[in-house]
């Protein structure tokens, strides 16, 4: 089995809304290391869990996000 392993990562944003999220879905839905991923609005910092294979770096994710007009960083 040659199953590259998974890893969590976690954001803090400014996604309000699931409608706003969903803005997001093709972007990450598509992407080839997003495994899987959840925006918690009811979260103080707005949290983005990403569950994606090894080799996705968080700068990538922030990348991604940014470039959707949200504010993105890691939360540690």
Known sequence: MNQE????????????????????????????????????????DKVLRVVAKQSLKEREVISLVVNQGFFCEELE
């Open 5 to 44: 392993v998974s890893h969590v990562l976690v954001f803090k944003t400014n996604i309000q809304t699931h409608q706003r999220a969903k803005s997001l879905r093709p972007l990450l839905n598509n992407h080839p290391t997003i495994l899987d991923w959840s925006v918690d609005t009811e979260d103080v």
